[in-house]
């Protein structure tokens, strides 16, 4: 005989398979209505190999999301690690294909590079498919600027650089102001009065956009900078916007002949922070300290607007206004599946299978030479890794 309380759970259970068969049929049908078939065939097949030079605060991460999606379509593709992480062909120095490692046998040509590098293209154009599609993204440099300021220094507070990993958080700003906790107003003061180019990571401070994609950033000199936009433009074929990041997501489809799913971005994980620079005095000392990044902002920002322009203005407010609505509806999915229980990880299996953490040590020991060494299992490749590095001022202070 059946007991009310077995009757109870019965039901309940009953009534949690229907939920979690309903939210995953939803799943499936929402995964097929919004995936095309108008790329599926010979007109626009899907690229599947690319460079993805990733700067520093600019949003890089959302779109490191969107496009580590396309590595569920080839899993045989040869790719570039990260080493050290989240580094790869020795940044912060110009990149190097003999520093790297990658999951084939050597001898094959590469089909993707999705990291923190800072732009060498013949050294890429080396070791890469030649069809190998080349993006990168670049933010307002007035709110990268800040961005950055929050991420190396004042989120940690009185614990900023006492924990130094290879990225060496705090690093320069730490040593500009010569203390934890400093406004950034006043941080500004001292960094237009004494930031140069001897200080470890100094460019996270100077122009920092403009040293990922390979400039020198200590050169004031509007002429270099333009002409550096127009080799860049020739290189890349998208230079995504973060402040328009829609219609920059929308071209980034055409390019790459994705799906619409395929690019629809993830909730940010940032948290707010309140750092701002309001007064005329420190938006006048940003904008020195970002001379190169706002000619570069500039330069892109008006070629996106004509690429939107060639793409149809019409056109793309249509296709805007649709992802904006998937963006809505995969949201509400989500909710939905908390809701029945399914609570999935923050990280995808992509980004689990392809951020693989190689065996390595964060600790340092001073060699001879004054710099810091990384103490790896992988010493072969960890050693000159490390010395390039330090060699380009990356590396943590005393």
Known sequence: MITKGRLVVAIVFLCCVSIYVNVGLREIWWNKEHTSTEHNNTRCPLS??????????????????????????????????????????????????????????GTSRVDVLSAHIRFNETEVREIMNPKAKYITIMRNPKKQFESSFNFYYARYGKNVGSSKKVTCHGSPYLQVAGEALMPLSQYLELAEAKLNGTYPWYFRSQNYQAYDLGLDPTRISKNYALNEAKRLDSIFDLVLIFDHLLESLVLLKDIFCMDWVDIIPDDSPSKPYDINARSENDQRIIRKLTFQDQILYDYFNASLWRKIQSYGQNRMAHDVQRLKLLIEEKRSRKDAQLNAGLFASDKSESYLRWNVKIPINSEYTRTNRNFKIMKSKNRIIAKPIARYMSRNLGWCPQ
């Open 48 to 105: 599947l190999s690319y460079v993805y030079v990733k700067t520093h605060k600019t949003g890089s991460t959302t779109l490191r999301n969107i496009l580590w999606r396309l590595h569920d379509r080839n899993t045989s593709h040869i790719r570039i690690q990260l080493y050290p992480r989240p580094f790869a062909g020795g940044y912060p120095g110009t990149f190097r294909k003999d520093l790297t490692i990658t999951n084939g046998n």
